[in-house]
């Protein structure tokens, strides 16, 4: 996703990418930091739970982060990509915020087994996650147990 929007940086506006693991060797794809905080139409912001002795840079968990920039509610779209305990707190702390329910969107593709919606393992409530998303936002997902379990 951060892909897309990179590829097509004219269609948003400010871009601010927050990143984090629980130590530095959860980092997933380092090389996209580097190019990620050259940008100068990007603003990335790096946090670590636990860091090691030669870890230089934020601690805390991700929503640590949030303070850092100021966002304006209605302007705002947040996506949210992570395990759901992450998405208990962030979301808190967006709705806290103003960010708009349906302005928050959270990726449920690691649920995903057979991807056609057959196994059922990636259902939530009346939801498939292989058929009716991967992605939903806060607004549809709200009141799913499973969406936050």
Known sequence: MIDEVLDHRSMFGRVI???GTRSPADFLF????RTWDEREDVEFYLTVDRPTE??????GVITTLLPKVEL???NTVAVVIGPPIMYRFVVRDLLARHIPEGNIWMSFERQMKCAVGKCGHCQMHHFYTCQDGPSFNYAEVKGLE???A
Do not use: S
């Open 17 to 19: 990418i927050m990143y």
């Open 30 to 33: 380092p090389d996209e930091f």
């Open 54 to 59: 030669d870890y230089v840079g934020n601690v």
């Open 72 to 74: 304006h509610p209605r």
């Open 146 to 148: 499973e969406a936050f």
